[in-house]
């Protein structure tokens, strides 16, 4: 049971914030004594979500969510406290608390367990803020989150791909993104190994990415108060190449990607295109999974999203969109198009166009969207995939029989895509930090095993600066106006590359 003196616990989870390091992660403390309590409330303790809101103007609004097995008690969320983003100084803001929606969700509705969301609404932009989560009007659980930055103001974030396989690098890279204290974190696709399933996010995503405290061997106290963007991957679409659909048959609890998490729904509907994520096998379930996703499956495959001064472009990579088609091409151009008013212009999904290793670089359909990434000035593209980090010289693709085709390329049976690379070896990020055309990344270093170094062929280097195999990491980009400086970061905290942009 729930202390039976919240004002008591309220008294010491506040001396514990006061005590706290400057940069607070989130709390939910409310002593040992009710860390089993929490436990048997949550099935996933409380996490923020950026929900619908992809173009904050004078305002923020977030998303808290949370799951559990309990849907006749009455919950509802508090806010309180809203300081500047040094926690120091109170902001005055009127923020509005939403209803809680609940969905039925898991792997079908005999034994389902409950996601439960709010939105909070009218935040202040540049804040930190104090929620309280209450079950029958007792307080469960508090935690401190941050909003959205302004776009005059400087900030961070942080992105790594190929990531929850519980593994021992994956919680250290888990600890490495919290020492960072990114702003927001992007996650660009294989979010949860082996298949994104409802059950494998409860046994190795929640567990490393919402602890209570933070420990290098454990996990950290992200989710609960970081901005965290989730792209979907193969991994995540429990995908079987034997298959043409994602098959509710053998995955029950697939795609819980649609269902876990809550972000912008402003992509091509499925009326629009066919590149939607196909499901099959069981027609019960696929039902059941339709109401538990609701209007996100299939919109929230594709999206677009403003923070600070930054737009950021979220796509599908997997193998059902067809970047080729007219009508998805437009919506990247519309939407790059839309964004010429942010400083920086970044696009991330899960499949490379220009790797070098083994496994996948032969996988070069997102070269389809090169052109555009260079006509809209696009500045670095990330994506995931393959287990490592890779940086491309800034780069032009003239794809093969592109004049004939309206501008597109061509894919073959076998994934590539032909055409010609232009490279701009001027650039260095040091001495020239003025790229004439978009980088691309790969920073699929998470946490999911690694690829060895010689998997990556020696020709291939051509690409490359530098390549880095060997270890787990992840990117840290820090922006000031018109500068970035972009930063890899071993699993041990390691420098492994660095360059700078200016405009
Ligand atoms: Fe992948």
């Known amino acids: 049971m729930l202390s039976k003196k919240p004002d008591t616990n309220l008294k010491r989870l506040v001396t514990s914030i006061a005590t706290a390091l400057s940069f607070c992660m989130g709390t939910g403390v409310y002593g040992q004594s009710e860390k089993s309590s929490e436990k048997d409330i949550f099935v996933a303790k409380p996490y923020l979500q950026m929900g619908t809101s992809a173009q904050a103007s004078n305002h923020d609004s977030q998303e808290i969510l949370w799951l559990a097995k309990d849907k006749k008690s009455s919950w509802s969320v508090e806010v309180s406290q809203i300081k500047d983003n040094k926690g120091n100084k109170a902001v005055k803001a009127k923020t509005t608390t939403g209803p809680i929606a609940v969905r039925e969700i898991g792997a079908s509705k005999d034994s389902p367990d409950y996601s439960f969301s709010c939105k909070i609404d009218n935040l202040p932009f540049d804040s930190i803020y104090k929620y309280r989560v209450l079950k029958d009007s007792k307080p469960v659980f508090e935690a401190e989150a941050h909003t959205r930055k ?41 979010i949860v190994y082996n298949r994104g399933l409802y059950s494998e996010y409860l046994d190795k995503f929640f567990p490393v990415y919402n602890t209570d405290s933070a420990s290098a061997n454990s996990g950290v106290p992200l989710i609960r108060s970081i901005l965290t963007i989730g792209v979907l991957g193969n991994h995540d679409i429990a995908y079987d190449p034997r298959i043409p659909y994602t098959d509710f048959k053998s995955n029950p609890d697939a795609l819980a990607y649609y269902f876990l998490w809550s972000q912008p729904l402003n992509g091509p ?24 996703a609701g209007d996100r499956y299939p919109a929230m495959g594709n999206f677009s999203f403003n923070y600070g001064n930054t737009h950021w472009l979220v796509l599908d990579g997997n193998y059902y969109s067809n970047w080729a088609d007219p009508k ?57 995939h393959a287990h490592d980090y890779q940086r491309t010289y800034p780069l032009t693709f003239v794809a093969k029989g592109a004049s004939t085709n309206n501008g597109v ?69 820090v922006i000031n106006d018109k500068k970035l400086v972009f930063q890899q970061i071993s699993e041990d905290g390691a420098e492994l590359d660095k360059f700078e942009i200016d405009k």
């Open 150 to 190: 302004s776009f005059d103001s400087p900030l961070n974030f942080v992105l790594f791909g190929d990531l929850a396989a519980k593994t021992d690098g994956q919680k250290k890279i888990a600890y490495q993104c919290y020492l960072a204290k990114p702003d927001f974190v992007v996650l660009p696709g294989d």
């Open 269 to 292: 509907t499925k009326t629009e295109t066919n590149s939607a994520t196909p499901i099959g096998g069981d027609a019960e379930r696929e039902s059941f999974f339709k109401k538990a």
């Open 328 to 384: 998805m091409r437009k919506f990247v151009i519309d939407d790059l198009e839309k964004a010429k008013t942010s400083t920086w212009r970044f696009v991330t999904f899960h499949q490379p166009p220009f790797s070098i290793d083994k496994h996948h670089a032969d996988e070069q359909h997102m070269r389809l969207l090169a052109d555009i990434f260079e006509k809209e000035k696009v500045d670095i593209v990330f994506a995931g």
């Open 409 to 477: 390329g061509v894919v073959n049976p076998n994934g590539t895509v032909e055409g010609e690379i232009s490279f701009d070896k001027t650039f260095d990020g040091k001495t020239n930090t003025h790229p004439h055309a978009p980088i691309y990344i790969v920073s699929g270093g998470g946490g999911a095993a690694l690829y060895p170094i010689k998997d990556l062929p020696a020709e291939s280097v051509k690409y490359m600066d530098k390549v880095y195999a060997a270890k787990h990491s992840l990117t840290k980009c």
